[in-house]
């Protein structure tokens, strides 16, 4: 099926491949996408979004005397073709004219084959009528009460049709289904508002089909949700000061995405997004030798993961997914990288490169990256904190553009008092430098509360791509935190 | 695609409406952006897109799909599309019905062909130059030279249909050296004005001026924000502008228009027609913006709109639409703070201890509601003492209150736009009292 989705394709693919060739490229690929997405969007009773929405085109890499050239286009015309075959030649041969230096070099492998997402239910066989059902009752139950201003509901779903050539020989052909969906509470009261999503902070994100929506069980946790918000209103401000932390698994979940995944892709080591979203505090001399965190702290890539969100077998640079460590027992051992990148450090590449469309530039993404579960159950998180904080679902995030110095904020939080989870307190947020905090985990929950978090709106590079990640995660806790920051005066 | 042939395509798509109404958008745009870095490119790319959104209203019940495939099966396809999602949506009991509107003017200077035609060789010549004078400093350069047009048309049943066509580009430094970095950027719908040498110079002067920098105490500090810094703070105030954010409560507005909510010398508006902007001058259901005041001399006096919030709060249509049906609400798009009638050097000059700051970075909100946010100093951060730049400084975090901010702050006179991936802003500099840091960095 999939292999014969591809015959269109293959003449298309040699004739752009051959212009490139023949402008002087010494190797080039075309990565052909058809994406079709579908957003249901609920907010207050009525159907605020549904859009369904396909987009179809091309992204064409040309590699000349150490510079590449990326040229994108809509038109699948011959002409089309070959003028944007043609322009990515002439952007790297004007890259190349100004390098003082060389980043590339051109790629040798190979490879033919196919994939295609697991899915228990394609999404495409629920009536759509049942999809805005669905919304509608999730959406009204979360209006529990009438401090409730603003509830949202919603799914994504996102099919993409990916198409790898290159003048190496190689043909890919892979189909992707990822499926998202959540729902949100704004309460309001005199001089508060107050945001609950479920589930974490901004939905249930992970490949496959119509289970994960299942999964995410949005009506039957929605009047959960509106109670907490409106209780939010009246519930006594998080305590400040230096507490003992335990954090919720998609919290967690957003630790590993800013103070590890960004920080370890290996294009922001070497100071290729210096002047947008910065470097990182990491280096390579550091391998095997930087203790990163605790030694209950693993963090490893896999891009082949059940339900990952940046699940695939081949990155679009048409490298072959792998399974590889970013962290081990605490120690920093690996970077996220494309080829260009893990040859300047005498490595091969992981296949963590992803471009957020058929019209973006292939670069380095944190793909998925997770924190391996550890061995205690999530109760027992508690035990053993005189006082300290619960946390759950991420509202604010910064980190400085070193990945060092960070400042997180949550929705909900429980005061901890002599191991047991107590009174509901509002606005928890925490601080630190990324280091010194991971190595203050002292626990992490087990494999029983551990979730494929997945972030569909992971920004980078220039101009902005929007990328699509897991950071897999457990419950996990943290000693002597810098909590209440932002209101402690 | 030129401006006559959207329009010949969204008339096609109206004509094969059939029964209930339609809204057709059509955009066309090419983006093209080379970025370097170690004072060499590393990125170069250009990008070329054309889509038609289409929006059908039938007996009430709204939907929408997009295309970008113009084949004649595919433009059929995605007007049947619309209408079959139409049908499964709920009745809305009052339907919001489409309006006819006519073409507003363009502002002067939107669309400059030599920014729609710039080259590969074009930009890279300004990454030359602007690698040339950051290199003859000593450091190395990051950044980007970005170029782009764009088309878009909207054209509905009722007799809508309105154009515009705009060029934009810019340029962004970073100048590098080995404990201090430098910043410098510039957007202009005429890439004739990316002077690279000059911008290079000055990322590189912040750089090498900032060298060994010294480490401060956090605490309340005066700081005096360029506009790269001061646009990306007040950014994270535009969406309390929305009507929809007013409604729901989540905006500082929620106490009422006509309310004293900053100092008497502040006054902010949305203009896409400020020479630094010549934006679009109808929203994304073709109607068409208003210039508006939102705080005049502290006052809030407007929120924005669009044909929905319109009706629901019994306001006049602002022309801040998003493409509708919209579960976001309208939002600004261009806002201008207006400035005072200060050099940056006197306020400089004016301040016995205080810091100069460059550029902020990953601001977020931590209390929509109290407006206080959260970010990190970077790129150029000085000390100022008895009203002189004395060296640079270790970068700094803040948590701050944006509106006790603006109760306490001093423009200087000369604007400049900034620019971030969800913003744009005109803005002077800003010198504000008591601006609160709450933890330092080692670099």
Redesign the interface.
Known sequence: MLSSDMLGFDAVAARALDTAVAAGATYADIRFEDARSERI?V?NG????????????YGIRAFYDG?????????LSDAGLDA?AA??V??????A???????AEAPTDRYVDEFATPVVRDPASVP??ER?ALL?EAERALRATPQV??G?A?IDLWRTDKRFYSTTGSRIMQRLYQTGSGISA?A?GA???Q?RTYPGDVGLYQTGGWEIVEAAALTENAQRIGEEATALLTAPQCPAGELDVVLGSSQVSLQIHESCGHAAELDRV???E???S?TSFLDPAQLGTLRYGSERVSIEIDNLMPRGLASVAYDDEGARSVRSDIVRDGLLVGFEMSRDTARTIGRETNACVRASSW???P?VRMCNLSLAPGDVPFEALFDGIAHGIYMESN????????R??F?F?CQIGWEIVNGKRTRLVK?P?Y?GVTPQFWNACDAIADANSWVAWGTPNC?K????QTGRTTQGAAPARFRKVRVG???DG | MDRFEREALATRLLNAAGEGQLEALVHDEAVALTRFTQNAIHQNLAERDTSVRVRAIVDGRTGVAVTNDLSDASLRAVVERARAVAAFAPREDEPQGLVANSQPAAPPGAFVAATADASPADRARIVAETIGAVARAGLWAAGYVTTSRSGLTIANSRGTLVSFDGTDSGLNVKANGPDATGFAERYSSDVAALDGNALGTLAAQKAVSGAQPAAVEPGPWTVILEPAAFGELLSHLTEHFSAQAFDEGSSFLCDGLDRAYMGPNVTLADDFAHPLFAGRPFDFEGYPTRQLPLIASGVARHVVTDATWATELGLPNTGHGRPAPSASGPEPEHLVVSGGEKTVDQLIAETEHGLLITRFWYIRSVDQRKTIVTGMTRDGTFEIRDGRLVGGVRNLRFNQSILDALNHVEFSSTQSRTAGYSYNIVSPAAKIQNFHFTSTTDF
């Open positions: 969007e907010r009525v159907l605020a979004t549904l859009s369904d929405a396909t987009s179809v085109g510079a590449w050239g990326f040229a994108a286009n809509s038109d944007t322009q990515a002439a952007i790297a041969k004007a890259g004219a100004v390098a003082a230096r060389r980043f759509l009528g805005v509608l201003r603003a949202r919603w704004l309001v001089d508060d508002a945001d070497m100071g290729w210096a002047n947008f910065g019209r973006s530039v670069m509202r604010s995030w910064s980190i400085d553009d070193h060092l110095n400042q904020g606005n947020t601080a920004g590079g220039e101009p902005m920051v932002g209101y």
